[in-house]
Structures are given as structure tokens and as C-alpha cells.
């Protein structure tokens, strides 16, 4: 069984991989930010299942603090960012 998990992991680092190369080449800032995204969301699968191939309790701690840094970041991202309430369409209205 943990022959099986470390391949799923294995796999899932290499999509994780490829996706990155895909994401990160691209110069949008949002873009960027999934990829932050998806190597927290893919590293934190990838290590929950090596956690669970060696048994080792402790790599459920670091899964879950790859999750928590990912949702931060976007979170702080997302707060970033300006606003694009009515306000913002009447000030580019008014550039125009």
C-alpha cells in the first residue's frame, strides 16, 4: 500500500510541476497567484500521501500549513488589489 500512495504522490508532484511551468510563464499577476495556489494545493496532497505511506503524523502538520500559507497569499493578494465596485467603473468612465 505505501508503494502505492508514494507513486500517487510521485504523480501528483509531477502534474504539480508541469502546471507550474505552464502558469508561471504567463505575466499576469492573478495567474501567478494560482500558481501559488495550486503548489500549495498539490504539495499539501502530495505530502498528506507520503505522510500516509511512512505513517508519520507530523506531515499532516505540514500539509495543512502548506494550505493555510496558500490561503493566506491569496487572501493578501486579493485584498491587494484595487476595487472594481461602482466606484472604479465611474472613475475609468471619467479617465476615458
Same mark, same amino acid.
Not at 507520503?50 to 505513517?55: D, M, V
Not at 500559507?69 to 461602482?86: E, T, Y
Given at each position: 500500500?505505501?508503494?502505492?500512495?508514494? *507513486?500517487?504522490? =510521485?504523480?501528483? #508532484?509531477?502534474?504539480?510541476? =508541469?502546471? #507550474?511551468?505552464?502558469?508561471?510563464?504567463? +505575466?499576469?499577476?492573478?495567474?501567478?497567484?494560482?500558481? $501559488? @495556489?495550486?503548489? *500549495?494545493?498539490? *504539495?499539501?496532497?502530495? $505530502?498528506?500521501? #507520503?505522510?500516509?505511506?511512512?505513517?508519520?503524523?507530523?506531515?499532516?502538520?505540514?500539509?495543512? =500549513?502548506?494550505?493555510?500559507?496558500?490561503?493566506?497569499?491569496?487572501?493578501?493578494?486579493?485584498?491587494? @488589489?484595487?476595487?472594481?465596485?461602482?466606484?472604479?467603473? +465611474? @472613475?475609468? +468612465?471619467? +479617465?476615458?
Amino acid at each position: 500500500m505505501a508503494d502505492l500512495l508514494t *507513486g500517487a504522490a =510521485l504523480f501528483i #508532484l509531477v502534474v504539480t510541476a =508541469l502546471g #507550474l511551468f505552464k502558469v508561471l510563464r504567463s +505575466e499576469i499577476a492573478a495567474e501567478r497567484m494560482m500558481a $501559488v @495556489q495550486l503548489l *500549495g494545493t498539490g *504539495g499539501a496532497a502530495a $505530502v498528506l500521501l #507520503l505522510g500516509a505511506a511512512s505513517s508519520s503524523p507530523a506531515m499532516t502538520d505540514v500539509a495543512l =500549513l502548506l494550505m493555510l500559507l496558500a490561503a493566506v497569499s491569496c487572501a493578501a493578494f486579493a485584498f491587494g @488589489q484595487p476595487s472594481l465596485g461602482p466606484d472604479a467603473s +465611474e @472613475q475609468a +468612465e471619467d +479617465e476615458a
